[in-house]
């Protein structure tokens, strides 16, 4: 594999990507359809009958679950078999993560093992620390968790007062401080702390086990949502932490908490997947249950636009993450490739992709919550009852804007990744910046109209794109190429942008590979699926563009950027009401999500 067939985080702005270069679901293998099959039945038959006593955190039972789950196998899907895991691919794993997000506070408590709890050990442990741990949190043995964030460090992590200090014999840390809202603290055996060793800077990590002296767990957080997950806050007094148990190296604490959550970000994006067809699901059947004036509400086109509405961002959530997901897995292999050790391998992809990584954290938890919130709509008084499925999905949906970064940071770390990513050299788009607005300037057709449908879609995407950049080279122009930390409006304006121009291109890719899959697939619905998408964008993406560029002061050439702008946002004309009334259709006879 060549490295310049690998892209890096916001690289997608400039550079096309052919259908063949993705993956979609509908490429999984049979291995991997058996393991979501089987993730499928361990729902059914653990999780969904159990709901209110995970809810009521019954003594035992989530602890019991982590367990059921190690026998299944769940839990090391992506561990090396070195250490009683499956070894399987990125795609793998976020597909696993896909079908058990629907598992409400259980799915909290998975990933957090698995992903934060579990990745800091396999990818920064040395050989005695993984033997020693990483078969049994495979197993379900042992439960993890990630000790980060503190009362005043939250997003800011690296000013936490978690203090460690050498014992005068050398042999261990004397580790004391507060840390807040960790999700399994409660029934995790093995905790990755982070705190300042003596007067350190930034932070270092350690291995902290639950049982030592002075480890204190406070009771359960009451919460909004996700009430069957562990909760807690967890006081360190004076623990004595072996110097062995000193994850990485001296002061590179930060770097792994960063690490970690691009790879927390990705899974999210997999969870909410899975958390938003489960509302679909639940919402066409009310809909195809449900009558008002003799009619079934399901025939009512306000009801069809929602549900088509949960399919289009379903599909553009679950499109992009696949994308994504291959990226990421092309990179790994690309790195161990070139020698790297499987740790370092399966940290620096992610960390390639950091933009995609937070664009899929914005766009999936964005996408779930509107499914989410027009599934109790759909289902009217009764979505605002406990006895009815979508009050949970409702509750438990909210907390995925905050976890692992507030959808407010990571969209200006999309933003500011991407430039920096440009600024030094991995990519160019001052270059792009100038053929634009020479384009314009030139009065030269932004908009040709080809007669093939996916060409037509391509060029609309390409402008999309050409779009972004005019915003982004406004912004440099008039900022500079230094800190842009007070500028969080303009970076989110272009953070919007980017992510429709992700999300439209993930799902043209996509239709265009099953078509090519399957010469013979009658993909009538999925156009309109990308139809509606292209139409609305256009607006959204032409009205953060011109709030962007409109507030950036003593900028030249202003009107020739807007109209160009606007021209390059122009797209053809589409019925929308009967794009979505086919997808609703398509989803109402199916009664089910099936696309």
Same mark, same amino acid.
């Given at each position: 594999?060549?490295?310049?067939?690998?892209?890096?985080?916001?690289e997608?702005?400039?550079?096309?990507?052919?259908?063949?270069?993705?993956?979609?679901?509908?490429?999984?293998?049979?291995?991997?359809?058996?393991?979501?099959?089987?993730?499928?039945?361990?729902?059914?038959?653990?999780?969904?009958?159990?709901?209110?006593?995970?809810?009521?955190?019954?003594?035992?039972?989530?602890?019991?679950?982590?367990?059921?789950?190690?026998?299944?196998?769940?839990?090391?899907?992506?561990?090396?078999?070195?250490?009683?895991?499956?070894?399987?691919?990125?795609?793998?794993?976020?597909?696993?993560?896909?079908?058990?997000?629907s598992?409400?506070?259980?799915?909290?408590?998975?990933?957090?093992?698995?992903g934060?709890?579990?990745?800091?050990?396999?990818?920064?442990?040395?050989?005695?620390?993984?033997?020693?741990?990483?078969?049994?949190?495979?197993?379900?043995?042992?439960?993890?968790?990630?000790?980060?964030?503190?009362?005043?460090?939250?997003?800011d992590?690296?000013?936490?007062?978690?203090?460690a200090?050498?014992?005068?014999?050398?042999?261990?840390?004397?580790?004391?401080?507060?840390?807040?809202?960790?999700?399994?603290g409660?029934?995790?055996?093995?905790?990755?702390?982070?705190?300042?060793?003596?007067?350190?800077?930034?932070?270092?990590?350690?291995?902290?086990?639950?049982?030592?002296?002075? !480890?204190?767990?406070?009771? /359960?957080? %009451?919460?909004? $949502?996700?009430?069957? @997950?562990?909760?807690?806050? *967890?006081? +360190?007094?004076?623990?004595?932490?072996?110097?062995?148990?000193?994850?990485?190296?001296?002061?590179g604490?930060?770097?792994?908490?960063?690490?970690?959550?691009?790879?927390?970000?990705?899974?999210?994006?997999?969870?909410?997947?899975?958390?938003?067809?489960?509302?679909?699901?639940?919402? !066409?059947?009310?809909?195809? /249950?449900? %009558?008002?004036? $003799?009619?079934?509400? @399901?025939?009512?086109?306000? *009801?069809? +636009?929602?549900?088509?509405?949960?399919?289009?961002?379903?599909?553009?959530?679950?499109?992009?993450?696949?994308?994504?997901?291959?990226?990421?897995?092309?990179?790994?292999?690309?790195?161990?490739?070139?020698?790297?050790?499987?740790?370092?391998?399966?940290?620096?992809?992610?960390?390639?992709?950091?933009?995609?990584?937070?664009?899929?954290?914005?766009?999936?938890?964005? @996408?779930?919550?509107?499914?989410?919130?027009?599934?109790?709509?759909?289902?009217?008084?009764?979505?605002?009852?406990?006895?009815?499925?979508?009050?949970?999905?409702?509750?438990?949906?909210?907390?995925?804007?905050?976890?692992?970064?507030?959808?407010?940071?990571?969209?200006?770390?999309?933003?500011?990744?991407?430039?920096?990513?440009?600024?030094?050299?991995?990519?160019?788009?001052?270059?792009?910046?100038?053929?634009?607005?020479?384009?314009?300037?030139?009065?030269?057709?932004?908009?040709?109209?080809?007669?093939?449908?996916?060409?037509?879609?391509?060029?609309s995407?390409?402008?999309?794109?050409?779009?972004?950049?005019?915003?982004?080279?406004?912004?440099?122009?008039?900022?500079?190429?230094?800190?842009?930390?007070?500028?969080?409006?303009?970076?989110?304006?272009?953070?919007?942008?980017m992510?429709?121009?992700?999300?439209?291109?993930?799902?043209?890719?996509?239709?265009?590979?099953?078509?090519?899959?399957?010469?013979?697939?009658?993909?009538?619905?999925?156009?309109?699926?990308?139809?509606?998408?292209?139409?609305d964008?256009?607006?959204?993406?032409?009205?953060?563009?011109t709030?962007?560029?409109?507030?950036?002061?003593?900028?030249?050439?202003?009107?020739?950027?807007?109209?160009?702008?606007?021209?390059?946002?122009?797209?053809?004309?589409?019925?929308v009401?009967?794009?979505?009334?086919?997808?609703?259709?398509?989803?109402?006879?199916?009664?089910?999500?099936?696309?």
């Open positions: 594999m060549e490295k310049d067939t690998i892209m890096i985080g916001g997608f702005l400039v550079k096309e990507t052919k259908p063949e270069d993705i993956f979609i679901p509908e490429e999984f293998n049979e291995e991997q359809k058996l393991i979501a099959e089987s993730c499928s039945d361990f729902l059914d038959a653990e999780i969904f009958p159990n709901l209110e006593r995970i809810d009521d955190k019954e003594e035992g039972l989530m602890r019991d679950l982590i367990t059921k789950s190690g026998e299944m196998g769940f839990l090391g899907i992506s561990v090396p078999e070195e250490y009683d895991g499956y070894g399987q691919s990125f795609i793998t794993s976020m597909l696993a993560n896909e079908i058990l997000g598992g409400f506070s259980y799915a909290v408590a998975y990933s957090a093992h698995t934060i709890g579990t990745l800091p050990l396999l990818y920064y442990g040395n050989d005695e620390q993984k033997k020693k741990y990483l078969p049994r949190l495979v197993s379900g043995e042992l439960a993890a968790c990630f000790c980060l964030t503190e009362p005043n460090a939250g997003t992590a690296n000013s936490g007062k978690t203090k200090v050498l014992s005068e014999d050398g042999s261990h840390y004397i580790l004391n401080g507060q840390k807040m809202w960790i999700t399994n409660g029934i995790a055996d093995v905790q990755t702390v982070f705190a300042k060793i003596e007067n350190d800077r930034v932070l270092s990590a350690f291995i902290v086990e639950r049982d030592w002296e002075g !480890v204190v767990i406070n009771p /359960e957080e %009451k919460k909004m $949502g996700i009430k069957g @997950s562990s909760t807690v806050q *967890i006081f +360190y007094n004076d623990v004595k932490v072996p110097v062995e148990n000193l994850l990485g190296r001296r002061g604490g930060y770097r792994i908490a960063l690490n970690i959550l691009h790879i927390g970000r990705m899974k999210l994006g997999a969870n909410v997947v899975g958390a938003a067809k489960l509302s679909t699901r639940d919402s !066409v059947i009310y809909a195809n /249950e449900r %009558k008002q004036f $003799g009619v079934l509400i @399901s025939e009512f086109g306000a *009801i069809k +636009y929602k549900l088509a509405e949960q399919v289009i961002r379903t599909f553009a959530t679950e499109s992009s993450l696949y994308r994504a997901s291959n990226d990421i897995e092309k990179g790994i292999q690309y790195e161990l490739s070139q020698g790297k050790d499987y740790g370092k391998a399966n940290v620096d992809s992610p960390a390639r992709f950091s933009v995609e990584c937070a664009i899929l954290k914005v766009l999936g938890s964005e @996408s779930s919550d509107y499914v989410v919130d027009e599934a109790v709509q759909i289902f009217g008084g009764m979505g605002f009852s406990s006895e009815a499925p979508v009050d949970r999905s409702y509750r438990d949906s909210r907390i995925n804007r905050i976890f692992e970064g507030t959808n407010e940071i990571n969209r200006t770390l999309i933003t500011d990744a991407t430039l920096k990513n440009a600024q030094r050299g991995a990519f160019d788009l001052v270059t792009p910046a100038k053929e634009i607005q020479e384009e314009i300037r030139a009065n030269k057709p932004l908009n040709t109209n080809p007669g093939d449908y996916f060409e037509n879609k391509t060029e995407i390409r402008n999309f794109k050409k779009a972004t950049i005019l915003a982004l080279n406004a912004f440099v122009d008039t900022f500079g190429k230094g800190d842009f930390a007070d500028e969080h409006e303009i970076m989110m304006n272009i953070a919007d942008m992510i429709m121009v992700y999300a439209a291109e993930s799902v043209k890719l996509r239709i265009e590979k099953m078509k090519t899959l399957d010469p013979g697939r009658d993909i009538a619905v999925y156009k309109d699926i990308l139809d509606v998408m292209v139409c964008y256009a607006n959204m993406i032409c009205k953060a563009g709030d962007a560029i409109n507030s950036c002061d003593d900028l030249q050439d202003r009107e020739l950027i807007l109209a160009g702008l606007s021209g390059l946002t122009k797209v053809g004309n589409v019925n009401k009967k794009a979505r009334r086919n997808i609703a259709d398509k989803l109402i006879e199916d009664n089910r999500y099936n696309f």
